[in-house]
């Protein structure tokens, strides 16, 4: 077998492939809801709904961001009024990230769009084969992290 068949055939590409077609048809959704969010905001306000100010760094460690690309996410955030930085009182060097009312309201606007979303991608694939899936990713996942340094990823 060629390199190239090796390739097509391998779960690589299809990760691509999907995760495109997914980020596309959430930003559309979105958009056609007048939810003004992309996937990388929607994700951090999720982060934030579940633990509300969280250190920047911490931030940049559970969204698989390095920190400058962080800090331009963030920086786009505040302006849309989805969030906002606050210096630690323990800590001044420390900033906090919170949400605020605004972003609250967003994420509760973009609910039921990503439902709908996750309810379109899901369509028709039985629940012990998404269940399957999701268990081979989580090995995926494992599988890049132990395989070595991934620094570019959280720093």
Same mark, same amino acid.
């Given at each position: 077998?060629? /390199?190239? /068949?090796?390739?097509?055939?391998?779960?690589?590409?299809?990760?691509?492939?999907?995760?495109?077609?997914?980020?596309?048809?959430?930003?559309?959704? =979105?958009?056609? @809801?007048?939810?003004? &969010?992309?996937?990388?905001?929607?994700?951090?306000?999720?982060?934030?709904? #579940?633990?509300?100010? @969280? $250190? @920047?760094?911490? &931030?940049? =460690?559970?969204?698989? %961001?390095?920190?400058?690309?962080?800090?331009?996410?963030?920086?786009?955030?505040?302006? #849309?009024?989805?969030?906002? %930085?606050?210096?630690?009182?323990?800590?001044? %060097?420390?900033? &906090?990230?919170?949400? /605020?009312?605004?972003?609250?309201?967003? &994420?509760? #606007?973009? =609910? $039921?769009?990503?439902?709908?979303?996750?309810?379109?991608?899901?369509?028709?694939?039985?629940?012990?084969?998404?269940?399957?899936?999701?268990?081979?990713?989580?090995?995926?996942?494992?599988?890049?992290?132990?395989?070595?340094?991934?620094?570019?990823?959280?720093?």
């Amino acid at each position: 077998m060629s /390199t190239q /068949t090796e390739i097509d055939s391998s779960i690589l590409p299809w990760l691509g492939r999907s995760m495109k077609l997914v980020r596309y048809h959430m930003t559309d959704s =979105f958009k056609a @809801q007048g939810v003004k &969010l992309s996937q990388p905001q929607l994700v951090m306000l999720i982060i934030l709904l #579940k633990k509300d100010a @969280q $250190p @920047q760094s911490s &931030l940049a =460690f559970l969204t698989n %961001r390095n920190k400058a690309s962080l800090a331009r996410l963030i920086d786009t955030m505040e302006k #849309k009024n989805l969030v906002e %930085r606050l210096h630690s009182e323990n800590d001044k %060097r420390v900033n &906090l990230v919170h949400l /605020t009312k605004h972003g609250k309201e967003t &994420l509760m #606007k973009a =609910f $039921p769009v990503l439902q709908n979303v996750i309810s379109t991608i899901q369509e028709d694939i039985p629940a012990e084969d998404i269940e399957i899936a999701v268990q081979v990713l989580k090995k995926i996942v494992k599988n890049i992290k132990s395989a070595g340094d991934n620094s570019t990823l959280t720093n």
